[in-house]
């Protein structure tokens, strides 16, 4: 049965810093999570993957405008302000969290997430699992699995595949991001984002 919870935003953070390890998910998680202790006890918190560009050494250069993004649920949204200002270490690189702008959901037809955890390496076990979630949550919808992605955390990793919904109606389209698909929100799992097109999936 479709799924009839509250609200959900993105908050948007500032994000100044220079250098990341690739591999930051599962410390910017921790630190995250030391600055919003009730975080990691909140089901529907994601924390969407960091714009960055991949250098030549292997590690990540932040833009200037770089930007943490949350996903959470409305009534989160002014515990979360607690970031603003924090100074966050991640895998020995310091950078600093600064102001922060809500950005509602947007129901769009096409939703795209660049990792959806899976329980192995079997694509069709993978789909099968997917579109039993979508009829849980009364969610018809096209699939398009893209390519298999190894998230690397240090003490684990964590394999899955990129996806793609399309033709999701208005409100279905809103529940998804709201819930995402999957496990390991929290190092940027299964959040969705609305997408032009389902050319780019692959």
């Known amino acids: 049965m479709a799924d009839c919870g509250g609200n959900a935003v993105d908050i948007a953070f500032e994000l100044q810093g220079k250098n990341l390890a690739g591999d930051y998910s599962f410390a910017l998680m921790r630190e995250i999570a030391r600055c919003l202790p009730w975080i990691e006890s909140e089901p529907e918190a994601g924390i969407h993957s960091l714009r960055a560009a991949k250098t030549d050494a292997g590690d990540l ?117 709201r819930v995402g698909l999957g496990d390991k929100r929290m190092l940027g799992c299964g959040i969705f984002v609305g997408h032009k097109s389902v050319v780019a999936v692959g």
């Open 61 to 177: 250069l932040l833009p200037r405008r770089a930007k943490l993004v949350l996903r959470l649920p409305e009534r989160r949204i002014e515990e979360s302000m607690a970031l603003c200002g924090q100074e966050i270490t991640v895998g020995g690189h310091r950078m600093t969290v600064g102001a922060a702008k809500v950005r509602r959901l947007v129901p769009i037809g096409t939703l795209y997430a660049h990792l959806v955890a899976a329980a192995d390496d079997d694509e069709q076990k993978f789909l099968r699992d997917i579109a039993s979630r979508l009829h849980a949550l009364q969610t018809p919808c096209e699939l398009v699995c893209g390519k298999r992605r190894t998230l690397r955390t240090g003490g684990e990793d964590i394999a899955g595949y990129s996806l793609m919904l399309h033709g999701l109606a208005h409100e279905h389209s809103v529940l998804v991001q």
